[in-house]
Structure formats: C-alpha cells, structure tokens
C-alpha cells in the first residue's frame, strides 16, 4: 500500500511539472513590475470596480422607481373599487368608465405636454425661474429609448404619471353619478394637462415655492389637495344628485367592494410615498418612510372610528374607511420628516379632520359622493401644515415642536395658500366653461332612469336594474 502510494505522489508531481512546463517557467518566475505601473494598475482596478458600483445603484434606483410606479399605477384599481362602492347602484358603471378614463386620457395629455410642464428648464430672466414655450419639451424631448439618460427619463416620466392619474381620479368620485362623459374627458385633460403640472413645476419642479423651503416629500399638497380642491369646485358647481337629501348621504352600495378598494390604496401607497424617495440608496429613509405611512394609516382609521362612534354611537364602516385614507393623505406630506410618534398623531388628528370636514361639506349643501375633498383636499393641507408643528429637526424640518421658529410653519402656510388658490381659480374657469358649453352635467333623463342606463346602456347587475333601450 505504501509502494502505491508513493508512485501515486510521484505521478502527480510529474504532471505538475508538465502542465507549469506548458505555460512556460518564464510566466511564473518573471520579474516585479515598476512600482509605479503597479500603483496604476491598482488605481485603475478601484476606478472600474467604483465605476461598477456606480452603475448597478444607477440601475437598481431605476428599477425601483419602476416598482414603486407600478404600485401607484395600482391605485387607479383602488379609486375605482372606493368609488363604485361608496355611491349608488345606477352609477357604478360611469364611476368604473370615469375612473379608466382618468388612466388613458392623463398618460396621453402628460405624455404630450404635463411631464414637459412639470419639469421644464428655467427662464433665468424670470423671479425664481419663469416657464415659458420656449423651455418646455414637448413629447418628452423625443426620448425612445436609444440615447444615453433616455431609461432614466422615461422611468421617471412614468412615475409621475402615476401621481398625475391619481389627481385626476381624485375629482371623479366627488363628481359622481352626475357629471357628462364628455365633459368628464375634456376636465381630465386640462388638469393633466395644465393646472397639476404647474403646481409640479413649482414644487418638486424647483420652482419659486420649493425655493422658499416647502416640504411635500410626496404630495399631500401637489397631488391630493389639488385634486381635492378640483372635486370641491367641480361638485359645487354640478349641483347634488337627483334626490338627494341633505342631512341624510345615500348609503353606499357595496361596502365590501370599497373595503377592497381601500386595501388596494394603502397597499399602493407605499409605493406612492416610499417610491418618492426616488431611489434606493438610502435604507434609513425608506424604512421610515414605509413605518410613518403604515402607523398614520392605522391612526387614522382609529381616529376617525372612535371620533364617528362620540357624535353617533356606530361603528361606521365608511368612516373606518375614509379615515385610513385620511391617514394616508395627512403623513404624504412629512412622511420622511417626522418621526413614528408624530406620524402617530398626524394620522390620528387627520381621521378627526376628515369626519368634521364632511360635516361642513354637507352643512354647505355640496354634494361630494365620496367625501373626496375632506379625504383629500382637507386632510392634504392639515397634513402639510403639520410639518411646521411637529417635524423632525434631524430630519430636515425644524418645527415648533422640535427647536425651530415660525419660519417652516409659514413656509408650508404660504405653499397651500398657492397651490388652493391657483386650483381653485383654474376649477372654475374650466367648470364654467365646460358649463357653458352645456357638456358639465349629464341630460336630465340620466337623473330620473340613471346615469349607467343613460350614458352606457350598461349596469353592473342588468338582472335587477333596468337598462335603456336603444332608440330604434
């Protein structure tokens, strides 16, 4: 056994010798290099391998923006399934068509135009940086997809069309059962079009209100109070739904289908507010980001229930609902500048807000079917402010609460007061227009046999309601 061994250690050594005599003596046994080729082939090596490390972080921001627009995307699911549950049955079919639409009509109009808006170059001329023509880029510059940045670009118009979608589908539930086709096509235009993407362009745009310091991470002020405002206008301005009464909101249709269409919401809101982040380079914020958005919209919920339940004595399901939204909208603002506790309070107080702001809506005679301006445009401005009060010194945001002075509270102040008056001035002149050209309100017959019959000769439960025959 011996013997055999040694000849195995033998023939291996003797294999050895061949396969380093193949690749030659002279490759093993060279000579140091110069120690300054030796120093530049190492810089060289830690250039490429940070110039690497640079390139997958580049692709992986990219690919989470996608995800996180994905998620928002999402949402549009969760508008349609909210709305058609909380309004009557002769109009699920308009709200689901609307709610579509908002998709289609938005991803066209900010494609051509909004994106270019929103985010054009400045005028230097012009106080804090002017838009004009000749600084917007239409069609997103050409961009296909060919040259380098092009990935980056269409990623990132894509995520804000997402945000853009969710302006316009805002309006829509307040509007329910009510509003013309037509019209409702036309006003989802405009507002992708113009009166959202300005309100961008002065915001995360880099525009004179975010130089004056404003805090929106994500958008209670430029997208839900924006969308709110328009449906406050767009409603007052319809009128109420046939038969209704004041004092006494129709019941909701299917509950079930609204729960199901607020969990869809939340779960796309973290898309919504951790995707804000733009990036994911920076795990400190994103995980409190993703903490803040689900403590507030659990808050919120609680707050808005037990609030309810003092003024009524019932668990009311719609509240339960509207106020986890109304959560949501409240932290959207603060959501990476404040700390757990105060996104605690944040959607605690925004549930309260949303139940005290329907009842003022209601008492004012407008007719909002979802609550979608106390959801969005009451709690989006309570949320923005809330940042002066109790933001995060270490977080950026200075408030009386945490070592700051009055300073972040006005500048929040004087970015809603902005953003509410430009909304709410564009609203009018587009609902008075669309009024006056008589394409704002659905015929008269769509209130007495309903607007699905009516407009879409359709119904969700064609065994039960009645459908419109078609003129012969």
Not at 133 to 144: F, V
Not at 163 to 184: L, S, Y
Not at 366 to 390: P, R
Request: aromatic fraction near 10%.
């Amino acid at each position: 056994m011996n013997k055999r061994k040694m000849l195995y250690r033998l023939l291996s050594i003797l294999i050895g010798l061949a396969v380093l005599y193949s690749f030659g003596f002279d490759a093993i046994a060279q000579d140091d290099p110069p120690a300054e080729d030796a120093a530049a082939e190492v810089m060289l090596t830690v250039d490429d391998a940070l110039a690497a490390a640079d390139a997958v972080q580049a692709n992986l921001d990219i690919t989470w923006i996608l995800l996180a627009g994905f998620l928002v995307f999402f949402m549009q699911a969760g508008f349609a399934m909210l709305e058609g549950g909380m309004i009557r049955e002769t109009g699920v079919v308009n709200s689901l068509a609307e709610n579509f639409m908002d998709a289609c009509v938005t991803g066209i109009v900010f494609f051509i135009v909004g994106y270019g808006i929103a985010y054009g170059t400045y005028d230097a001329g012009m106080e804090g940086g002017g838009l004009t023509p000749a600084n917007i880029s239409l069609l997103l510059g050409g961009a296909d997809g060919t040259a380098d940045g092009d990935g980056a670009l269409l990623a990132g118009f894509f995520f804000q069309f997402a945000f853009a979608g969710a302006a316009a589908t805002i309006a829509t539930g307040a509007m329910a059962e009510r509003t013309n086709f037509v019209g409702k096509l036309v006003y989802s235009a405009i507002l992708g079009a113009i009166i959202y993407p300005v309100v961008v362009f002065w915001t995360w745009g880099g525009g004179w209100i975010a130089a004056q310091g404003f805090i929106d991470f994500a958008g209670s002020t430029i997208v839900h109070m924006t969308g709110g405002v328009v449906a406050l206008v767009g409603a007052y301005m319809l009128g109420p739904r046939a038969g209704r009464v004041f004092g006494r909101p129709p019941e909701a249709s299917n509950l079930g289908i609204a729960a199901l269409g607020t969990f869809i919401l939340w779960f796309g809101w973290y898309g919504f507010n951790v995707g804000s982040t733009l990036g994911a380079n920076d795990p400190n914020t994103m995980g409190l980001v993703a903490v803040n958005t689900t403590l507030a919209a659990a808050a919120g919920a609680l707050g808005a229930m037990f609030y309810k339940y003092m003024r009524t004595e019932s668990w009311n399901m719609s509240f339960i609902l509207n106020g986890s939204l109304a959560g949501l909208v409240g932290i959207t603002a603060g959501c990476a500048s404040v700390t757990p506790l105060a996104a605690l309070v944040i959607g605690l107080l925004s549930g309260a807000v949303v139940v005290i702001a329907v009842t003022t809506v209601e008492r004012m005679k407008i007719d909002d079917a979802v609550g979608a301006f106390s959801v969005h445009g009451a709690c989006g401005a309570f949320g923005t402010l809330m940042i002066g009060i109790v933001g995060s010194s270490a977080l950026g945001a200075p408030s009386l609460l945490d070592g700051g002075t009055l300073d972040t509270l006005g500048v929040q102040v004087v970015g809603v007061a902005v953003v509410a008056i430009w909304t709410t001035v564009t609203s009018f002149l587009m609902f008075g227009a669309l009024r006056a050209v008589d394409i704002l309100h659905v015929a008269p017959e769509a209130d007495r046999i309903g607007i699905d019959a009516y407009e879409h000769h359709a119904s969700v439960w064609p065994n039960i309601l009645p459908l419109r025959e078609d003129d012969e």
